[in-house]
């Protein structure tokens, strides 16, 4: 059914379709409008969820936890310092092996009090174990959204998923959104360890130093297995629905000569950078990563390659291009671009292409450093 | 029930936990899983019963355990609870945390659980410090003890978790002790058959925190309740019965200092601090006689 929404309401869409047993949220600016719509849905019956509006983001995702771990479905929502706050509670639900869902609506990190999009926030949470898919469409919030649970759930996953979508760039921007029969496209949940009063364990026990190295390979293992599965979900859902996603999305990267990298809307903001470039007889591509965790395989050999971070590392530099050099062992033209919601236009990206030095970084609008 | 032999012979503390010798919050848990029986879950956040139930692949304990972080356990309990009740489940869930991960940490967790009419029972054993991590001083600790971080003795007052619980208007809170194991069983009885939220808050005399000897830790609970250092009563939908233990301390307490002499955490105490506490508990007395005498 094709409608017109905004990011949220496509997260919030997914999510009522996806029916999880329980969704515990707090809100918070940009995210809100997905909790209240998820709220909405359940007041109105459409969605036979519990909805526990818990205290904090700490709590909605301890009350997560504490859902999951009884073998059904959780969903949850958050932003900023949302994700902060929930940190110790993101480590442990992965550590657990919860197949949490939550959206992530990417947000600055005070002070000051900037409410617009920054990716530093799920860029904190990058070595909890946790997968994070970053969309760049209404569409994609929705399709991500449904992928998410369908990959979490997985057996040979069992890992908690985060989609994250650039603050009112993507959340609150109002784009065409298809809706889909979902039929069995998410199989019914079954959590392996769920808790069995019938048979009891001890979750989460004291773990010695001669064990606790082996749940942390455990956890990359699935991590590891679950490339195959988003692979099969991504082929699935083409199949079923006709919307193709691979990790990346390319565009004109094939004869490219130079590749700009970057996540979420400024990825498609570079497609079309890449059509003005290709106009002035530049061989430009963009390739917009679409999963950060697992990190997939990038073929840039023999390209030079553009990083646009809206994010950054203190004292290391911007966090995507230094995990682009790390994988390619390439240089990049490092751009620090976007930072609390700052205005990236494609002739702005397009100038970053023009004035690339390989090898060297750049923040936008930082006079003394064009 | 009036005697002991009334209470289930199942044990769902197994032998061989971590527990120290004459550990009275391992006591009070026996028989808190008596009363709640096989068709529970407890939450257990950081404290001292995370260390008590054994190493993995162990577990001393019958039931399943979910261990989650210091101040996660209401807000654990709470998706938990909810699932179940979902499922269409009666388990039993039950917190069970200590008082820093009650009184500190987990606070607003709690509360945030008890306003959301969440089904479940809360239960605080209280040994008035850090125990766990070798006795810090936590908001539970009551004025003049010593603690690693108070070595000259505390010099604020306990917190009165039960004044804040039942702020939330509970359907169901007590106090309780293991040195009165049944009174102890039939509370959380009552507790597990309410529907919400219910609160129970256990002192827990500790023989290596509290510096007495492994053997009294019944004593020293007893000790409590005479003196009127604890209180056990109940409150039934807002209606306040207190024990007889605790009628017979109001009537005629022992000298505090019984209480306060067999604990080398009291050591060196000062006269003034003991006169403070002294005029609390005569003020709690009054306190709590006028609330049942209103109720």
């Known amino acids: 059914m094709k409608k017109i929404a905004t990011g949220n309401k496509a997260v919030a869409e997914a999510v009522k379709q996806a029916a ?87 947000r600055s990190l005070g002070p000051g009090w900037n409410i617009w999009a920054e990716h530093t926030d799920a860029l904190q949470e990058r070595d909890t174990g946790w997968l994070q898919v970053y969309v760049s469409t209404v569409q994609e919030a929705y399709d991500a959204t449904l992928m998410a649970f369908r990959i979490a759930e997985h057996n040979d996953v069992l890992l908690p998923v985060m989609v994250n979508l650039d603050g009112f760039l993507l959340s609150h921007i109002m784009q065409p959104l298809d809706t889909v029969d979902l039929g069995d496209f998410i199989p019914p949940i079954h959590l392996p360890h769920a808790i069995d009063v019938k048979n009891p364990a001890g979750y989460g026990c004291l773990t010695g130093p001669d064990q606790q190295f082996r749940f942390r390979w455990d956890i990359e293992r699935s991590m590891r297995d679950s490339v195959k599965v988003i692979e099969e979900t991504q082929k699935e859902f083409a ?45 430009a591509g963009s390739m917009r990563l679409r999963w950060l965790r697992p990190f997939p395989k990038l073929d840039l050999k023999g390209k030079q390659v553009v990083v646009i971070d809206r994010d950054y590392s203190f004292g290391r530099g911007g966090i995507l291009a230094t995990e682009i050099v790390a994988q390619t062992r390439e240089p990049v033209f490092s751009v620090i671009a976007g930072i609390g919601g700052q205005e990236v236009t494609y002739e702005d990206i397009a100038g970053f292409v023009r004035k690339r030095r390989i090898g060297e970084e750049f923040w936008f609008g930082v006079s003394g450093n064009v | 029930m009036d005697t002991i032999a009334e209470i289930p012979k199942e044990e769902f503390i197994l032998k061989c936990t971590s527990a120290c010798a004459g550990c009275s919050d391992s006591l009070s848990l026996r028989y808190v899983l008596k009363a709640a029986g096989p068709d ?16 993995y692949p162990n577990t001393a304990f019958n039931v399943p355990v979910y261990n989650i972080a210091f101040g996660a356990a209401a807000a ?60 810090q001083r936590s908001s539970g600790t009551p004025l003049g003890a010593r603690t690693t971080t108070t070595p000259a003795g505390k010099t604020d007052a306990k917190k009165d978790i039960d004044a804040i619980a039942a702020a939330h208007d509970l359907p169901y809170q007590a106090t309780a002790c293991a040195a009165y194991p049944q009174d102890l069983f039939k509370k959380v009885t009552k507790a597990l058959a309410v529907r919400g939220p219910s609160f129970i808050h256990i002192l827990a005399p500790c023989p290596p925190g509290w510096r007495y000897s492994t053997e009294r830790s019944v004593e020293m609970g007893k000790l409590a309740v005479k003196s009127g250092m604890w209180v056990l009563y109940e409150r039934e939908y807002g209606k306040l019965t207190i024990g007889p233990q605790s009628k017979a301390a109001m009537k005629k307490p022992i000298p505090l200092e019984d209480y306060l002499k067999p604990q080398g955490r009291f050591k060196g105490i000062d006269p003034k601090t003991v006169e403070i506490l002294k005029q609390r508990i005569a003020k709690n007395f009054a306190k709590l006689a006028a609330e049942e005498a209103s109720s």
């Open chain 1, 20 to 106: 999880p047993t329980v969704v515990a949220a707090y809100p918070i600016t940009p995210q809100t409008e997905i909790v209240e719509q998820v709220a909405e849905f359940v007041s109105s019956g459409e969605l036979k969820s519990r909805y526990i509006a818990v205290e904090s983001e700490h709590s909605a995702m301890a009350a997560c936890i504490g859902a999951s771990i009884t073998g059904i479905r959780t969903f949850t929502a958050t932003s900023s310092h949302g994700l902060l706050y929930m940190h110790e509670m993101t480590n442990w639900a992965a550590g657990a092996r919860l197949p949490i869902v939550m959206a992530n609506v990417n």
């Open chain 1, 239 to 283: 199949k079923r629905f006709g919307r193709k996603y691979g990790f990346t999305e390319d565009y004109q990267c094939s004869d490219a000569e130079v590749v700009i990298v970057a996540l979420g809307t400024l990825g498609k903001e570079a497609e079309v950078a890449v059509d003005l470039l290709r106009k002035e007889g530049i061989k």
């Open chain 2, 40 to 55: 529970t879950v407890l939450v257990v956040p950081a404290c001292c019963t995370s260390v008590i139930q054994g190493i």
């Open chain 2, 76 to 135: 654990c309990a709470s998706g938990m609870s909810n699932a179940f009740r979902a499922a269409g489940k009666k388990t039993n869930v039950i917190v069970y945390a200590g008082d820093g991960g009650t009184l500190d940490i987990g606070i607003q967790a709690m509360s945030g659980a008890f306003e959301r009419g969440t089904d479940f029972l809360y239960i605080c054993y209280d040994n008035e410090a850090y125990g766990n991590t070798g006795m």
